[in-house]
């Protein structure tokens, strides 16, 4: 268990058992209690260190990952930043291919933490060749001594969050938890965390969160991608524009769609109402609890883990940016 208290031998080893906090008043109007899993507290400031750390340790114990390696990923911001982090403390070299839809303030951190970007068109289809899916995979391909970390395909993405998140929220609610409410982009987080809950509990309810403009609630639904739910959106990291191997479908009772405008004001709600300075994806994920509260998900009784993605401190020239807002449509 990472310890604060004792001498850690690198920086990773403080990746995981992030807090759990009681939220007090952005969810008082709704039935039961909310608890919020603050990933921001994570060294890379995202749930996305647990993923990169597993998927990069699995890799060094399968001799895929040599000394001087070069790690390549596709990103909206966030792996990108933990992989850069665990590439400058192993010793590798990391290239991100990064849409264009990712802050400012995003990309220009990936560069801070030693990491070459390519920055990539968020609005072409993903086999396009300028998709930040191919751009990784054709930097790959021309790299010697390289790995493709593949999140959106990669069960390992899944795992990391079935050995830790999962076990981390059962321990912290004492086994109490009756729903949870998660975002999905990958599926990793909420995939993960969702199965090793339902193995403890099958009656527990995973909840999940997609965009307006994704694909994945009606996948869900019909089995079937339909191309026509594509629409450009603001928000990083949440939703698809196809069906992502790393998420288990079938562990997913429901979708619930949010809106960025929806989004982005409940961001800063949370941050006004509880302190919590945290991302665009962690405002989508309590305006989805507001949603599901309202259409009868939950009575007196729940207790509900909502699992916030990231820290605030990425968002600071959009969400929290007046300007930005302003742009947007979102405030007057
Ligand atoms: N929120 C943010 C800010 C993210 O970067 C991501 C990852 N794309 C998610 C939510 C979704 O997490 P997952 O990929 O595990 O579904």
Same mark, same amino acid.
């Given at each position: ?188 987080? #909420?995939? &993960?965390? $969702? *199965?090793? %809950?339902?193995?403890?509990?099958? +009656?527990?309810? =995973?909840?999940? @969160? ?24 603001? #928000?990083? &990291?949440? $939703? *698809?524009? %196809?069906?992502?191997?790393?998420? +288990?479908?079938? =562990?997913?009772? @429901? ?37 599901? +509260? ?39």
């Amino acid at each position: 268990m990472k310890n604060h208290q004792k001498v850690n031998n690198s920086i990773l080893d403080l990746i995981g058992e992030t807090p759990l906090v009681k939220l007090q008043k952005i969810t008082k109007d709704l039935k039961g209690t909310f608890f919020a899993k603050l990933e921001s507290f994570n060294p890379g400031l995202s749930q996305k260190d647990r993923i990169a750390l597993h998927i990069v340790e699995n890799a060094e114990k399968k001799g895929i990952l040599k000394e001087g390696a070069t790690i390549v990923e596709t990103t909206s911001g966030n792996t990108g930043f933990s992989l850069a982090m665990i590439s400058l403390v192993k010793g590798y070299k990391c290239i991100l291919a990064v849409s264009n839809k990712s802050s400012q303030d995003k990309i220009e951190l990936l560069k801070t933490m030693g990491a070459e970007v390519h920055v990539c068109p968020a609005n072409v289809a993903p086999e396009d060749p300028r998709s930040y899916y191919e751009v990784a995979k054709a930097i790959q391909k021309k790299t010697p001594n390289s790995v493709y970390i593949n999140q959106y395909f990669n069960a390992l993405n899944i795992e990391a969050h079935y050995e830790t998140t999962g076990p981390e929220i059962w321990k912290q609610t004492q086994g109490k938890i009756t729903h949870l409410i998660a975002a999905s982009g990958t599926g990793g987080t #909420i995939s &993960g965390t $969702g *199965k090793y %809950l339902k193995e403890q509990n099958k +009656n527990i309810k =995973i909840l999940g @969160v997609d965009a307006i403009g994704s694909v994945l609630k009606k996948y869900h639904e019909t089995k079937e991608l339909d191309l026509n739910e594509i629409k450009p959106y603001r #928000i990083e &990291g949440l $939703g *698809k524009n %196809l069906i992502p191997g790393a998420t +288990n479908f079938d =562990i997913i009772d @429901v979708y619930e769609k949010v809106s960025d405008k929806e989004a982005a004001l409940t961001t800063r709600s949370l941050l006004k109402k509880e302190g919590l300075f945290c991302g665009y994806t962690s405002g989508a994920v309590i305006q989805a609890a507001i949603q599901y +509260n309202a259409q009868q998900y939950f009575d007196k009784n729940s207790v509900v883990v909502v699992i916030l993605p990231d820290h605030g401190v990425k968002y600071i020239n959009k969400v929290y940016s007046n300007t930005w807002m302003k742009n947007q449509g979102f405030i007057e």
